[in-house]
Nanobody, 123 residues
Framework: QVQLVESGGGLVQAGGSLRLSCAAS????????MGWYRQVPEKQRELVAT???????NYADSVKGRFTISRDNAKKTVYLQMNNLKPEDTAVYYC?????????????????WGQGTRVTVSS
């Protein structure tokens, strides 16, 4: 059983900062790429940022220069530092991880999602 637990969302004024965290737990054989996505009502979930196990990062154009993704492999945790927040950043943010589990001699690889944490930026 694998779980991704997010924390750090909340209400902040435009120009402010928040830091999201997502910790993976359970029977993890290999924790590969991790990332953050966001979704607003009636729109598709969109990529915010990803980071490989080696530390290579990728960002959506809309957050480049404002958001920073990082990870602590020992803690199986990924972070999203969000600075200079804008009202259009308001969304539910979801953590994603590419995880390999190993059970009874068989490996299984799939994407896992957290439950989401709400970020609201007021103007």
């Amino acid at each position: 059983q694998v779980q991704l637990v997010e924390s750090g969302g909340g209400l902040v004024q435009a120009g402010g900062s928040l830091r999201l965290s997502c910790a993976a737990s359970g029977s993890i054989f290999s924790l590969n790429a991790m990332g953050w996505y966001r979704q607003v009502p009636e729109k598709q979930r969109e990529l915010v940022a990803t980071i490989t196990s080696g530390g290579a990062t990728n960002y959506a154009d809309s957050v480049k220069g404002r958001f920073t993704i990082s990870r602590d492999n020992a803690k199986k945790t990924v972070y999203l530092q969000m600075n200079n927040l804008k009202p259009e950043d308001t969304a539910v943010y979801y953590c994603n991880a590419d995880i390999i589990t190993y059970y009874a001699g068989s490996a299984s690889r799939r994407q896992h999602w957290g439950q989401g944490t709400r970020v609201t930026v007021s103007s």
